[in-house]
C-alpha cells in the first residue's frame, strides 16, 4: 500500500458476521495479514488483536451513531492500514452514544507515524459523521460498492 491511499478494494468486509469487539478485531486483523505487504513482516493476527484491545481499555472508541474507529500503533509497519467493516448485526461496542456499531473502520499505524495516524484518523472520522455518508455504506450491495462509496473523492482516499 502506498502512503497517500488510505483505502483499498481488497481491504472491505462486507456483512460480516460477529458478535463482541475481540471477534470483529480478529476478522479485520485477519484481512491485514492477508495483504502482500504483511508478508515479510514479522506480525500475527494477535498482536493486531491485541493492540487494538489496549486502545479499547484507555476508552472506547465507538464515535456514534452506529461508527467505530479502533486504531491503535504498532512495530514492524511502514505506513498506515485501514480495514473497513460492515456488520450484518450491530454489536454492543460501549459507544459514547450507547448505540450499537455496525459500520467500523480499523486504523493501524506505524509506532513512529503520529501525524499520519492522526490525519487518516481525522479523515476517516470526518467523512463518517456525515448522516449520507452512512446511509450510503448501510445500503451498499457488496463490498465493491463499499470500496466505490469510501474512495469516491481524492481527499476521502488520501491519508
Known amino acids: 500500500m502506498t502512503q497517500d491511499i488510505l483505502f483499498h478494494a481488497d481491504c472491505m468486509l462486507c456483512d460480516i458476521h460477529v458478535s463482541s469487539k475481540k471477534q470483529l478485531f480478529q476478522e ?23 493492540a487494538a484491545s489496549e486502545r479499547e481499555r484507555l476508552g472506547s ?18 505506513n498506515v ?37 492522526l490525519r487518516a484518523l481525522a479523515k476517516v472520522s470526518r467523512m463518517l459523521r456525515r448522516e449520507d455518508m452512512r446511509q450510503r455504506l448501510r445500503s451498499a450491495p457488496n463490498a465493491e460498492s463499499l470500496y466505490t462509496i469510501l474512495t469516491e473523492s481524492r481527499e476521502a482516499n488520501a491519508a
Open 61 to 78: 472508541t465507538g464515535v456514534g451513531s452506529g461508527v467505530a474507529l479502533p486504531h491503535a500503533r504498532i512495530g514492524d509497519i511502514d
Open 28 to 50: 479485520m486483523a485477519s484481512r491485514l495479514i492477508e495483504l502482500d505487504d504483511f508478508s515479510d513482516k514479522n506480525i500475527a493476527c494477535r498482536d493486531i488483536v491485541a
Open 81 to 117: 492500514y485501514a480495514v473497513f467493516a460492515r456488520l450484518e448485526t450491530p454489536i454492543d461496542y460501549d459507544a459514547i452514544d450507547e448505540r450499537p456499531v455496525d459500520l467500523v473502520t480499523l486504523l493501524i499505524a506505524p509506532t513512529d507515524a503520529g501525524g499520519a495516524h
